[in-house]
Nanobody, 126 residues
Framework: QVQLVESGGESVQAGGSLRLSCAASGRTFSRLAMGWFRQAPGKEREFVAAMSWSGGTTDYADSVKGRFTISRDNAKNTAYLQMNSLKPDDTAVYYC???????????????????WGRGTQVTVFS
């Protein structure tokens, strides 16, 4: 079992930056691929970024590529999402997720993830 808790969401002006954190407890964090997803009001949940268990492989949605960076600190059992040049379209609840299969690369598909946090709200105003 893995418990995930996101933090770092807040209201920020367009063009600003935020860093989201996802603290994990339970199973060995360093073996797990991690993903970030988001859901805006009235829209389906969408993929944002994913990272392999080692952090050596990352993947990003086209809408955030070049602006967002996913990373992890296995010593702290924490994953991060650095978000720069934020836009109003980035407004959403952001969720982190962990894949229970050890040593995989990280997927764009939400159904591949077994554990989810409760989310943190990011609001970007113009």
């Amino acid at each position: 079992q893995v418990q995930l808790v996101e933090s770092g969401g807040e209201s920020v002006q367009a063009g600003g930056s935020l860093r989201l954190s996802c603290a994990a407890s339970g199973r060995t964090f360093s073996r797990l691929a991690m993903g970030w997803f988001r859901q805006a009001p009235g829209k389906e949940r969408e993929f944002v970024a994913a990272m392999s268990w080692s952090g050596g492989t990352t993947d990003y949605a086209d809408s955030v590529k070049g602006r967002f960076t996913i990373s992890r600190d296995n010593a702290k059992n924490t994953a991060y999402l650095q978000m720069n040049s934020l836009k109003p379209d980035d407004t959403a609840v952001y969720y982190c997720a962990a894949d229970a299969r050890a040593y995989v690369l990280g997927s764009r598909k939400d159904y591949q993830y077994d554990y989810w946090g409760r989310g943190t709200q990011v609001t970007v105003f113009s």
